[in-house]
């Protein structure tokens, strides 16, 4: 089951953030996506950009309080035990709506992960969760288990797709 918040942030916390990720601030690193448990790229052409706010246990970057807001929202919608991890992602434009290789983000049967997808661009690319497909839609957060695969959809009509990708217990 996916749960779906719209207008997450306020419009002034959102803009904000908005403009840090479209803004020359950020140092994204490229990524070739990939299989993550068994490192087989499903295309040379799969690609992302990411920028690691949080991992294993600290932080990774000078920017993660920048992004706070968001965690408190979440904290506010859903206890917050552990943060796992906590990302940008970044995709361009390829001229054509290609679809990811279906994932879970953390390879474990344990249960009470949950999986929290922040939209930054309205766009016609977007997330398939379980088999259906959940637009990119501005200031949307989207949440779910970490057992319900899902891959991300190529937009074919902004020059790019910003993600946040939270993982919690």
């Given at each position: 089951?996916?749960?779906?918040?719209?207008?997450?942030?306020?419009?002034?916390?959102?803009?904000?953030?908005?403009?840090?990720?479209?803004?020359?601030?950020?140092?994204?690193?490229y990524y070739p996506s990939r299989?993550?448990?068994?490192?087989?790229?499903?295309?040379?052409?799969?690609?992302?950009?990411?920028?690691v706010l949080y991992f294993e246990d600290k932080i990774q970057s000078n920017l993660f309080?920048?992004?706070?807001?968001?965690?408190?929202?979440?904290?506010?919608?859903?206890?917050?035990?552990?943060l796992l991890r906590f990302k940008l992602n970044l995709y361009t434009n390829q001229n054509k709506e290609y679809h990811q290789a279906p994932h879970t983000?953390?390879?474990?049967?344990?249960?009470g992960i949950h999986i929290g997808l922040f939209n930054f661009v309205t766009c016609n690319g977007g997330t398939i969760i379980?088999?259906?497909?959940?637009?990119?839609?501005?200031?949307?957060?989207?949440?779910?288990?970490?057992?319900?695969?899902?891959?991300?959809?190529?937009?074919t009509d902004t020059p790019s797709r910003i993600v946040m990708n939270i993982g919690w217990k």
């Open positions: 089951m996916v749960k779906i918040y719209s207008d997450f942030l306020l419009p002034e916390v959102f803009d904000k953030l908005k403009q840090t990720v479209t803004g020359k601030e950020i140092p994204w690193y299989d993550v448990y068994e490192n087989i790229l499903t295309s040379k052409f799969e690609y992302m950009f990411t920028h309080n920048t992004f706070e807001p968001i965690l408190h929202r979440v904290q506010d919608k859903y206890k917050i035990s552990k983000d953390f390879l474990t049967d344990e249960e379980g088999g259906e497909k959940y637009n990119s839609n501005q200031n949307e957060l989207l949440v779910f288990d970490n057992k319900c695969e899902h891959n991300g959809v190529i937009q």
